[in-house]
């Protein structure tokens, strides 16, 4: 281990014991230092922070940026000279070098451009260094003695699901701890999640991984082969990423594979954002993220209140500052302290606001619906394992869904077009149509299955 991770390592524990005071104190530090290296070393945010105090503090006062403005501005974003658009797409381009070092010294992540626009986004060693001290805080957090214990004695197999065939943040971290022939080699297998599902549930079957961490659509998907038979496996964590589920599924998900089911909340823009905790909320990693619940206009919004977005400070990346960086997340935040004992602030994440279905009412005015109004109604239907509600048209819904074996297809359908068409009407929505689609849920680009997709 270097000196930089184990400094890194005792200062994120000793933060989390000394309480939020400390983890304030070190947020408004790092973020000062971050803001001034930024407005010497980056053309884009020396010219956008012209007009600020020399020290800042306060994040409230810094301007707004988003991916499409960085990846506009890329070059000049970018703190080190050398980092150019033309040579990192160059980079991205080539499959092969998925993993390797950009430069001999940078991680290169791309997102799958879902949203709108693709991000690129370079990590340089500070940042790595500070994701894996924030990681071992989690897995500190997650597992007791004992936990590590059961784990180490059953061989220790980790098995990770996740999109491959680019330079997606996980297909890198991925391809890092697979290569050589060193232990991790041994015992670290991944498994693309484009894998047809029988498929997939007999590699599975095979390795008898101790710790799975697939996307969390993925792992509801395997909970159903699992509680069928078909898929035969005992781990003592699953690690879920990249979605969020309703609050049962995590629930059918730990009691289908009798292990503690964890997740984290994170971007490719931030790799060490949030963590779970055992009550079901989201521990944001405050010493070194700064995360704004806000409004439509980037103002504030109070704890216990439902944010429209979520702007992001990355505390930790020198060669491309993330600073009051538009997440597109909808939060709310804890308003009183969480009962698991964490002083880090606690969130829960209520869906992205891109992912909003807006629609013209009988009477012309505009009617948005939240993602997470579909996934409360649809996960109450017996039967369905997952579902798409795609915006065709502007007055028509697709719904793709995915069944149980043994589920009464024509009965799930006639609930699920019933409880659409009762939920539009009610918001005077009852011209637009819902349909049944013949295809099941389709992946993204990136391997995720969104629940909600938006007219394009």
Known sequence: MSQDFIRLLLDTRSARKAGAVAVMRRQRARLAEMVAFARVHSPYYREIY???????????????????????????????????????RAFVDN????????????????????????GIFVLDHSSMVVTNALMLRMVGDWLAIGDFVRILASGGRIALLMATGGHFASAVAAARLTKGDGWRRKIVRVFPVQTPLPELVSELNRFRPVVVAPYASTAVLLAGEQEAGRLRIDPRLVVLAAEGLPAGEYERIANAFSAK???????????FLSYRCEHGWLHVNSDWVVLEPVDANYQPVPPGTQSHTVLVSNLANWVQPILRYDLGDSILQRPDPCPCGNPLPAIRVQGRAADVLTFRSDREESVSIAPLV????????????????????????????????????????KAVQTDLTRLLAARGLAHVAVERAGEPPEQSRGGKYREVIPLD
């Open 50 to 88: 012209q007009s600020l105090p020399e020290r800042l503090e306060d994040p409230a006062l810094l301007p707004v940026t988003s991916k499409k403005a960085l990846m506009a501005r890329f070059d000049d974003w970018a703190t080190d000279r050398e980092v150019t658009i033309k040579e990192v």
């Open 95 to 118: 499959p092969e070098m998925v993993g390797e070092r950009f430069l001999d010294k940078y991680t290169v992540a791309t997102t799958s451009g879902t949203t709108g626009t693709r």
């Open 261 to 271: 089911v964890r997740d984290s909340y994170a971007a490719t823009e931030c790799p």
């Open 374 to 413: 579909f996934g409360t109604l649809l996960h109450r239907i017996p039967g369905i394992e997952m579902f798409q509600v795609v915006q065709a048209a502007p007055t028509r819904l697709r719904v793709r869904l995915l069944l149980g074996a043994a589920a009464d297809r024509e009965r799930v359908w």
